[in-house]
């Protein structure tokens, strides 16, 4: 019988990196301090990106408020 494999793509850049972090034994508290941090990161990311949407499609505070009463009904 053969075996069939799927072909795995190669891992990114951050995939590396973490890798390499696992082999350090962090107490809780620095765990919880790069969690922080990477949430803090992405979190910026998305900020970004939203606020880029925003701009492009001219959205405004009335727009925000006109979605939350659409929501409610």
């Known amino acids: 019988m053969s075996e069939s494999r799927i072909a795995q793509p190669p891992l990114t850049n ?5 890798l390499q972090l696992y082999s350090l034994k962090l107490s809780d508290s620095e765990l919880l ?12 990311r998305l900020g970004q990106h939203v606020d880029r949407l925003w701009q ?15 929501e409610g009904q």
């Open 33 to 44: 301090q790069v969690k922080d941090i990477l949430a803090r990161h992405f979190a910026g």
């Open 56 to 70: 492009e499609r001219g959205w405004s505070a009335d727009v925000m408020e006109q979605w939350l009463i659409d």
């Open 14 to 18: 951050l995939q590396m990196e973490l």
